[in-house]
């Protein structure tokens, strides 16, 4: 299957759930995303993520899902190196690039525009 198709399936399937979450069922898009992430999480903790992204590429890595994917291996890497601690240190060892930019991007956005809230 030509990647880009690939991309584009898995990517749209992964967007029509969290529409349909967000239509047919009383949860908010901050529950949707969590939910999102935790899967993530579960399917990268099972090694079936890492098939996804291998089969669709962007359409799997792109989605917020992929970070909770990010968040389990950097736990179960850490944790064969330095045991339960590495389940703590680990997970944000991957994704501290990610987060560092959502506050910094947050904090400049806040400056310039009337936050709400």
Known sequence: MNIYLAAFLVGGFICVI???LLDLTPLTPAHVLSGFVVVGGILGGFGLYEKLIDFAGAGA??????????????A??????????GVL??????T???????IVFAFFFALFFNPKG
């Open 61 to 74: 890595s792109l989605p917020i899902s992929s970070f909770g994917n990010a968040l389990a291996q950097g």
């Open 89 to 94: 240190t680990g997970m944000f060892e991957l």
């Open 18 to 20: 969290g529409q349909l």
């Open 76 to 85: 179960m890497a850490e944790a064969k190196r330095n045991g339960l601690i």
């Open 96 to 102: 501290s690039t990610g987060i560092t930019a959502a």
